[in-house]
């Protein structure tokens, strides 16, 4: 499953060389995720559980610059579940174009929030978690 968010380049997401600063992708990234987990309510499920998802590693790749004014579109997909881990693709373009931006690969683990330990991935949640692979 695709989950396709936009956003725009404002003033306050420049550095002083007036493009997008490298820790801003992070938080675009950040809500792009947010979103995916919302819309497929995800993150209900999960709280039901008493689970959550935490970043564990995120490796990004800054392609090209991006300015105010411009409208970025960043696509997240659910790429790999393993035993105890999962990893986020995410692309970031320049809307209307194919020029990538950024790309990233979000690995997170699934915790039981009372131990505070990565739990494995399988069964249900196996299964939840799989019905979002594309």
Known sequence: MNKTSLIKVRGYHLDVYQHVNNARYLE????????????????EYFSSLGFAWVI???NINYRASAYMGDTLELTTTLSKIGNK???????????????VVVDADITFVVIDQKSGKAVPIEGDLLARMQAHLD
Do not use: C, M, P
């Not at 792009?32 to 993150?43: F, H, K, N, P, V």
């Not at 881990?85 to 020029?99: C, E, L, N, R, Y």
């Open 28 to 43: 675009f990234l950040e809500e792009a995720r947010w979103q995916y987990l919302e819309e497929s309510g995800d993150i």
């Open 85 to 99: 881990s999962a990893v986020f693709h995410q692309v970031i373009t320049k809307a209307g174009t194919d020029k």
């Open 56 to 58: 564990v590693n995120i």
